[in-house]
């Protein structure tokens, strides 16, 4: 269905929202972080890419929690003789930092492993010495990819604006509320598949009860339904006339 989402994603309705956006400005005015870490200086250049702009941010977000977490800890060192209240007082300034919740543990720094993320968030003393506080300048060689150590997942948590709408096998559904698309996501947190929801053909399109109106769209995609797709997409408002007709009767549809 490829051939299809493309053709779709050719005939959208510009939408301007995403470039106004607080995730698009967060991502223009942090991106020169990536410049100083080779793994992902890829991202950089990914502006017109609004997935790529979120898989970004998520780095981006680590790098400032990593950052926020060892000058906390160097500040409150001077508590270190009471242990407890040293690492409850951390807790409470680190906890409106955005983070993934993998089970009991919460992970701050997606491109750290979970042993060091729990260091980090457990035994925060520890970044005041040895290896661990040589951390705060030289941490390259133990990044870890994120999105493989903790795969669709890590987009439904407070590292990302996407609503999860259901996982399949191995396969994620997600919608961006300022982008109009679905977005399908692998285990290993690549995508898949998207779908750009307002073609250019309809002039007024209806936004009221989105996430209801797209789990039909969901559904025949994961049961490979590639007419049931389509009719959902037509039936739900978010395809026009002349688009199915434009998808029903021309060659490469067929295809």
Not at 124 to 149: H, M
Not at 167 to 186: G, L, P, Q, S
Request: aromatic residues 16%; negative net charge.
């Amino acid at each position: 269905m490829k051939n299809l989402f493309s053709y779709i994603a050719k005939k959208a309705k510009r939408n301007k929202t995403f470039e106004t956006s607080e995730e698009f400005h967060f991502f223009i005015e942090n991106r020169h972080i990536l410049m100083h870490l080779p793994q992902f200086m890829h991202f950089y250049d990914t502006e017109n890419d609004p997935f790529q702009v979120m898989r970004a941010n998520i780095i981006l977000q680590a790098c400032i929690n990593k950052s926020k977490m060892e000058e906390e800890v160097a500040s409150l060192s001077k508590y270190l003789n009471d242990h407890a209240n040293f690492v409850k007082s951390f807790h409470e300034i680190i906890s409106e930092l955005p983070y993934y919740q993998e089970n009991n543990d919460k992970i701050y720094i997606p491109f750290f492993s979970r042993d060091l993320n729990q260091i980090y968030l457990n035994e925060p003393e520890k970044l005041l010495t040895g290896s661990y506080n040589a951390l705060k300048e030289n941490f390259k060689g133990t990044l870890v990819d994120p999105f493989d150590t903790y795969g669709s997942e890590l987009y439904n948590s407070h590292f990302s604006r996407l609503v999860k709408i259901k996982t399949v096998d191995k396969e994620t559904a997600f919608f961006h509320y300022d982008t109009n698309t679905i977005y399908f996501v692998n285990e290993q947190g690549r995508l898949d598949a998207g779908i750009a929801l307002f073609d250019r053909y309809i002039r007024h399109p209806s936004y009221s009860h989105m996430l209801e109106r797209i789990k039909p769209v969901v559904d025949a995609y994961f049961a490979f339904d590639r007419e049931g797709l389509i009719d959902a997409l037509f039936t739900n408002g978010f395809m026009s006339n002349r688009l199915l007709h434009l998808i029903r009767f021309h060659d490469w549809a067929k295809r």
